[in-house]
């Protein structure tokens, strides 16, 4: 069994290195910003609710994301373990996830300076078929607007990526989500990288400091 979470801003790269450990472990990501889009995009009762903070860069009260991973986390896929992307966000969460029984292994914080989380976010584009996410300048399709991945075209903006709802993304980062860092360090979980840099290069630290 094995337990990871990725803590960061938005922006920092969880996802893109979540995916890299998902091939080491063979364990799967659970994203709970990919879990709420689907949730939107299918229309669910889950969808409308978290609609509306979600469009406007704020937090998903923890009720309902906390309901949402309990219940992802009872899929058989689950069973050995999974690479957490986006949770816990907020002390609560983290305490929801102790009131289950849940320890996590490690708590893999990535670190990126401001202005550099904002190019990333500004030029992320994503693919509506296969979800591949790719970037303008540091990630780009070979060509252009169309995913290397499934083919399919044209390649999408989050919503969320627009400059005013990254800004507010930023504050409710530093209000709600970054405390986590003080918190898990306290309890020797906290493995912290630097996330600036090529990915490939990032991966490489996170797998040296996991001895994998
Ligand atoms: P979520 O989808 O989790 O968004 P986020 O935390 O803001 O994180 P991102 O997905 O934007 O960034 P990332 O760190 O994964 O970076 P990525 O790898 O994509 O959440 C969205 C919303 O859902 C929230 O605002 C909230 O409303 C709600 N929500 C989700 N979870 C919640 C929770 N637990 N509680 C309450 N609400 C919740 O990389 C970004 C870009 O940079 C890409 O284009 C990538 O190609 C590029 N890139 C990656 N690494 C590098 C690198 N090393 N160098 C250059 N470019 C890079």
Known sequence: ???????????????????????????????????????KRDGTDLGKLAAPYMDNGRLVPDELVIGMVKERIALPDAKNGYIFDGFPRTRNQSEALDEMGIALDHVISIDVSEPELIRRLEGRRSCKE??????????????????????????LQRPDDMPVKIKQRLVEYAEETEPLIDFYGEKGLLIQIDGEGDPKEVKKRIQSALGT
Not at 23 to 39: K, M, N, V, Y
Not at 136 to 149: E, N, S
């Open 130 to 155: 296969c979800k591949a996410v790719y970037h303008l300048v540091f990630a780009a399709p070979k060509v252009a607007g169309t995913c290397d991945r499934c083919g399919s075209s044209p390649l």
């Open 1 to 39: 069994m094995k337990r990871l979470m990725m803590l960061g801003p938005p922006g920092a790269g969880k996802g893109t290195q979540a995916q890299q450990l998902v091939e080491a472990f063979q364990i799967p990501q659970i994203s709970t910003g990919d879990l709420l889009r689907a949730a």
